[in-house]
């Protein structure tokens, strides 16, 4: 699998952005079966986990996010989105869009995230 995540940008304390990964390299039928989910990095940091959503569509979110950010996903298109709402200065990272099969999994190119105080 092949992702793509785009959406990042610079933001505003109290903004929003929308985050979108679109897969590639596979087929519908195989999409569904991945558990993808969304993490973040700054600096010498490690990535964390932000929010994923499992191939039954259960949802998991980091402590710092819930109630803010929500993630989605459409098994026709083949892609996952995070909303990302009251975004604060400490959501400025890198994030990663993660797809998981078993052992296998695919990371995009990550996307810039910059939320201004």
């Known amino acids: 699998v092949q992702l793509q995540a785009s959406g990042g940008g610079l933001v505003q304390a109290g903004g929003y952005l929308r985050l979108s990964c679109a897969a590639s390299?596979?087929?519908?039928?195989?999409?569904?079966?991945?558990?993808m989910g969304w993490y973040r990095q700054t600096g010498g940091k490690e990535r964390e986990l932000v929010a994923s959503?499992?191939?039954?569509?259960?949802?998991n979110y980091a402590d710092s996010v819930k109630g803010r950010f929500a993630i989605s996903r459409d098994n026709s298109k083949k892609s996952v989105s995070l909303q990302m709402n009251s975004l604060k200065p400490d959501d400025t990272a890198v994030y990663y869009c993660?797809?998981?099969?078993?052992?296998?999994?695919?990371w995009g190119q990550g996307t810039l995230v910059t939320v201004s105080s």
């Open positions: 959503i499992s191939a039954g569509g259960s949802t």
């Open positions: 390299r596979t087929i519908t039928s195989v999409f569904w079966a991945h558990d």
């Open positions: 993660n797809a998981k099969r078993g052992h296998v999994q695919s």
